[in-house]
Structure formats: structure tokens, C-alpha cells
């Protein structure tokens, strides 16, 4: 490491988009979920973070002093990151990364479908609500229990996998439901996990009320025996009715994309929201129960039919803290000619 008074400056090596638009925006997401993680973790000293390009290459720039295996364990796991160096003298000298992925990165990566969230900015939500949040020690390391109530087809959910977390959701599509328990089960078979999968449909007062799927996962039967195990906890029902499913402050985060107003593919049955903002109003109040005390939880949404401001007040009636110093506009960015996503991060305190 550098010596002297000067503080050691790193350059981070954004890693490529498949997603060209995302691309394009990669490297202020990257900038932004880095100042974020230096402001919540003033230990990590992370001071002077920019983005420049090195060789033809978008890095994103930072000084940091006493790097150690915590610092680059944070630094690594930054949703864009894909090689780190130290900056000496004009030189890059590597620096190896620390990666909390436990699982294959395919869990993320198989599934292709229309209206599919961005891997690297679902992982940055992971990452900001993990970080912001009182548990953020164990954000790499798993254990956690992390919520999505709009899950889709589980793009937050492999993530939080990938860092040993367990995770629960609801998905109003049924399509969408089964397509997710389809892949799961095919691919802890491939991968010859140990593993459990239970599916049933669930009533109350004789009425079939939801379908349900519960998941228990090892990698291997000395991974069992460890106590290693992870679960996922799904239910295809109206995100309203999650109380009737997950217990008060059973979760440390929340992350979702919310819908944004528009259909894909052919649409889906039932309560679908149109708008996002008639779900979070209703929502806010149950994902506010759900979620532990010290827990964050980080959305999207587009802001063409909603907007922050109004997001920030529902959040704050909803009793939550707003974390929004200094965040607005940092995070927002363009998917496509009818969508302009933004994200929020609000705790539990
Ligand atoms: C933007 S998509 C999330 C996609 C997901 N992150 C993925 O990558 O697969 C929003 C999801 O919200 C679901 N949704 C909409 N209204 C809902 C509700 N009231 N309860 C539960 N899910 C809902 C939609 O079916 C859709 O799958």
C-alpha cells in the first residue's frame, strides 16, 4: 500500500452490462451505491468517490485508508464491481476481491423472461437495503431473512440466495409463481442440492386462498448436517394479505421492484395495481409490520406515474425513516421510452 500522507486511492472496474442501457447508467448507479455505503459505514473511510475512465474503461475512483478484508468485502460485493486495484504511481496494482456469492451465478442468470429487473440493479437494492440496515455485518456473509412482495420470478430472491440469505415473497401472477418454483426445482436438481420442496394450496374457511411453495436447501448433506441450510417461503397471493402468511418482524430487509403501470406480455388476473401507488399506500403499512426493527427495505418504481415526493410521504406515515439525504435524482435512471426508474431506501428504527 502507498505510504505517506496522501490517503491510497483504488480504481473499481465496472463490470459489462449484457443490457446496454443499463450499462450506460452503470457507472453513476455504481458511484451512488458506493457514497451510500461510505455515509452508512463511516468506518469503511471511504472518502472522494468519482468515475473515470482508465484505458477506454469506466472505473469508479476512491481513496480509502488501512484496506483490510472487511473494507474489500463491502467493495467488492457493490453491484457493478468486477476488478479492483490499487492506484500507484500511474500504475493498477490488483487487488483480489472478496465475493459473498455462495451459489452458481446461473441462479440469476438462467431465467429470461419479459419483465425481468435488471441483475446488477436488483443486486444494488439488495446491497443498499442489506447495507443501510442495523444487520449490515452479515449483508455478505447470509443468514439474513429477506422479503420480496412483488418477486416476479425471483430475481431478488436467487440474489439473496447467492449471499446464504433465506427469503420469502408473495407474487400475484400465477404464471409468473410457477415459472419460479419450476426453475428452482430444476435447478437445485441440476446441481445436485439437498433439498426439500413442498407445494400446496392453502384455505381458510374451506376457500382456497393461496398456493404456496417452501423450499429448504443444502448444498450438500455435510452442508445439512452444519446446519447450513437455506429456505424460501413463496405464496402466490395479493401482496396485501402477507400477514396472513409471513409473521410481524420475521425479515431484516425488503427489496422490490414495484410494478410499473405497464403490461407485459399478456397481462396478468386478479388485483393487479395498475398504478404503484394505490399498492404502496395500502402495502406500506403491512411491509412496515413484517420488517424487523434496525431493518431497511429498498424499492423501485417508475416515476412516470409516481412521484418521490409522494413516495417519501407514505413512507413517512407509514412510520419508516426516509434515507433520502442526498439520494434523490442519485439513483434515477432510464430503463426504456416508457419507463424511468428511481429507488427509495427507508428503515425501520
Ligand atoms: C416489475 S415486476 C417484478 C419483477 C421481478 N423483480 C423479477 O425480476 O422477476 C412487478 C411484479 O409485481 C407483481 N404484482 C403486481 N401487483 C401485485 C400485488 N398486488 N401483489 C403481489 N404481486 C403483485 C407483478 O405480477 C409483477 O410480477
Redesign the pocket.
Known amino acids: 500500500m502507498s505510504a505517506g500522507l496522501i490517503m491510497p486511492g483504488f480504481a473499481l472496474l465496472i463490470a459489462p452490462s449484457a443490457n446496454k442501457v443499463y450499462a450506460s447508467s452503470a457507472i453513476e448507479l455504481t458511484v451512488a451505491e458506493l457514497r451510500l455505503f461510505s455515509r452508512e459505514v463511516q468506518e469503511l473511510d471511504i472518502r472522494n468517490v468519482d468515475k473515470t475512465t482508465i484505458g477506454g474503461l469506466p472505473y469508479v475512483v476512491f481513496d480509502c485508508t488501512d484496506i483490510d478484508s472487511r473494507k474489500i468485502s463491502f467493495i467488492s460485493n457493490l453491484s457493478s464491481a468486477y476488478a479492483l486495484f490499487e492506484r500507484c504511481e500511474g500504475a493498477l496494482l490488483p487487488v483480489e476481491l472478496i465475493s459473498g456469492e455462495k451459489l452458481d451465478s446461473d441462479l440469476i442468470t438462467i431465467?429470461r423472461?419479459a419483465?425481468?429487473?435488471?441483475?446488477q440493479f436488483?443486486r444494488l437494492m439488495l446491497n443498499l437495503a442489506l447495507v443501510c440496515s442495523d444487520f449490515r455485518e452479515r449483508a455478505f456473509t447470509g443468514g439474513l431473512h429477506v422479503f420480496?412482495?412483488?418477486?416476479?420470478?425471483?430475481?431478488?430472491l436467487n440474489r439473496a440466495l447467492t449471499y446464504g440469505h433465506h427469503v420469502g415473497g408473495?407474487?400475484?401472477?400465477k404464471r409468473?409463481f410457477d415459472g419460479?418454483q419450476s426453475f428452482i426445482k430444476t435447478w437445485l436438481k441440476d446441481k445436485r442440492f439437498k433439498h426439500r420442496l413442498t407445494a400446496q394450496p392453502v384455505k381458510k374457511n374451506k376457500k382456497l386462498i393461496a398456493t404456496r411453495f417452501d423450499v429448504t436447501l443444502a448444498r450438500s448433506r455435510d452442508a445439512l448436517k452444519a446446519g447450513e441450510q437455506q429456505t424460501i417461503n413463496a405464496v402466490n397471493?395479493?401482496?396485501?394479505r402477507s400477514l396472513d402468511f409471513f409473521a410481524k418482524d420475521s425479515h431484516h430487509v425488503i427489496v422490490?421492484?414495484?410494478?410499473?403501470g405497464i403490461r407485459?406480455g399478456a397481462g396478468?388476473r386478479?388485483?393487479?395495481?395498475r398504478t404503484p401507488d394505490v399498492?404502496v399506500a395500502?402495502?406500506l403499512p403491512v411491509w412496515a409490520k413484517i420488517l424487523k426493527t434496525g431493518g431497511t427495505l429498498a424499492l423501485?418504481w417508475n416515476t412516470r406515474n409516481f412521484a418521490r415526493d409522494k413516495f417519501v410521504v407514505l413512507l413517512r406515515d407509514a412510520g419508516l425513516l426516509v434515507l433520502d439525504d442526498g439520494l434523490d435524482k442519485a439513483f434515477k435512471h432510464r430503463v426504456d421510452h416508457v419507463i424511468t426508474r428511481d429507488l427509495i431506501v427507508a428503515k425501520k428504527v
Open positions: 431465467q423472461y419483465g425481468k429487473t435488471n441483475e436488483t420480496d412482495p412483488v418477486f416476479g420470478r425471483g430475481t431478488t408473495t407474487e400475484l401472477d409468473s419460479y397471493v395479493d401482496t396485501r422490490g421492484d414495484l410494478p410499473y407485459h396478468v386478479g388485483e393487479l395495481s399498492l395500502d402495502c423501485s
